[in-house]
């Protein structure tokens, strides 16, 4: 039987590295009022791991949802649980079920109960969770750019490892983003330039560094280099357009493609996501860039993908990208695409968006657009869903 777990905490938890994690009081939060979002997707045989299941029934009372078989941890060892699958694979999750008597049978989710058969463990133990980190390294969205570089696309991103070499690449770019390799969405990012500018702050200027940024920003970068080892740097460009698509992969060399996500960022954190049929999605896209390079992007995604995931990954995945402003004015369009801003190796507020569009927009002809907002409100967070 398949265990489904909503862990929105998964990004801290993996940059992290650690199986003693403790997630913010946020994040915490975020799992005990949203526990329920897997029954969107789940079937109807599934279970579904909550905080508290009174709460996430009284949750889904009025959801087009199938699943209700909702489990707290104290029962997982009495459970038949054959696969599970998370928001996202870490180690902080995998001990965590460990200790409520979920034992793992093979990496990518095939997990058993303390009442199966054991089975000789192979390899150093949960070194499969280490290549999921890997892969979810920011590193692996820079490998792949260039492999989908085409006409009308544009990016580039470059691991740095000392400051010196931050340094140069700001000094290239003018105006720079720099990653840590991970982070959570809207997280662990740095915008700075090597000039000063109102837009970047009132700054004091560091001379042995050559580039703008304050004492903050120093103390920053340098313990992202400390604890994970490097820091990624990118140029900045003007942003037209955030969207994203959604994919999943087999594990077997296959990788395939679920759907667009269009959504809303405030200040680089997620605010909504549109729910609407794919076509008219897709419409809204063709306004700015060709949607024959979308085509042609989503398939080398799952090309090039599916021979990466290959025995390594099993599971949902979504690629962030966005439609900046043309550096070259002579060309015909006035916009870009950049293809791969971030690959997030978990499932997505676009898989959400997607399971939710079967019940608002069953027909593909369906023109109607509703936007899905997470929201707090009187001390809960909560899943709005309003008409467009």
């Not at 049978?105 to 133990?125: F, I, S, V």
């Not at 306004?287 to 599916?306: A, V």
Request: hydrophobic share 35%.
């Amino acid at each position: 039987m398949t265990l489904h777990i909503f862990n929105p905490d998964h990004d801290l938890a993996l940059a992290s590295g650690l199986e003693n994690f403790t997630a913010p009081h946020a994040g915490s939060q975020l799992r005990h009022d949203l526990g329920w979002l897997p029954a969107l997707w789940a079937d109807e045989e599934h279970y579904i791991l909550v905080d508290d299941v009174a709460t996430a029934l009284k949750r889904v009372r009025h959801r087009p949802v199938r699943c209700h078989h909702f489990v707290s941890y104290q029962q997982l060892a009495s459970l038949a649980v054959t696969r599970i699958e998370p928001w996202g694979w870490n180690a902080a999750l995998c001990a965590q079920l460990r200790r409520h008597g979920l034992q793992e049978l093979e990496g990518c989710g095939m997990w058993k109960n303390e009442r199966g058969n054991r089975r000789e463990e192979r390899g150093e133990k949960n070194d499969w969770l280490d290549v999921i980190r890997e892969l979810s390294h920011r590193r692996t969205a820079a490998q792949l750019l260039p492999l989908l570089q085409t006409e009308g696309t544009v990016g580039e991103a470059t691991e740095c490892t000392t400051m010196e070499e931050v340094q140069a690449l700001v000094n290239k770019y003018g105006k720079a983003v720099l990653k840590a390799p991970w982070s959570s969405s809207g997280r662990g990012v740095r915008f700075v330039s090597s000039e000063p500018s109102e837009a970047y702050g009132s700054n004091e200027i560091y001379e042995h560094t050559g580039f703008w940024r304050d004492k903050n920003m120093d103390g920053w970068l340098h313990n992202i280099l400390l604890r994970q080892g490097s820091v990624m740097v990118e140029p900045c460009f003007t942003k037209v357009k955030d969207f994203g698509m959604e994919f999943y992969s087999d594990g077997a060399g296959h990788v395939n493609y679920l759907g667009l996500s269009l959504f809303h960022t405030s200040n680089g954190a997620y605010t909504g996501n549109i729910i609407a049929t794919e076509q008219a999605k897709r419409e809204a896209l063709s306004h700015y860039i060709p949607t024959p390079l979308l085509d042609q992007t989503q398939e080398h995604i799952c090309q090039i993908l599916g021979d990466v995931f290959k025995n390594k990954y099993q599971g949902p995945f979504g690629i962030d990208m966005m439609v900046v402003k043309s550096l070259n004015n002579q060309q015909s369009t006035p916009n870009t695409l950049h293809p791969c801003v971030e690959i997030n190796l978990r499932r997505t507020m676009g898989h959400v968006a997607l399971a939710l569009g079967k019940a608002y927009n069953p027909s593909a002809d369906d023109e109607v657009r509703h936007v899905m907002r997470i929201n707090y409100f009187k001390n809960n967070y909560k899943l709005q869903i309003r008409r467009q």
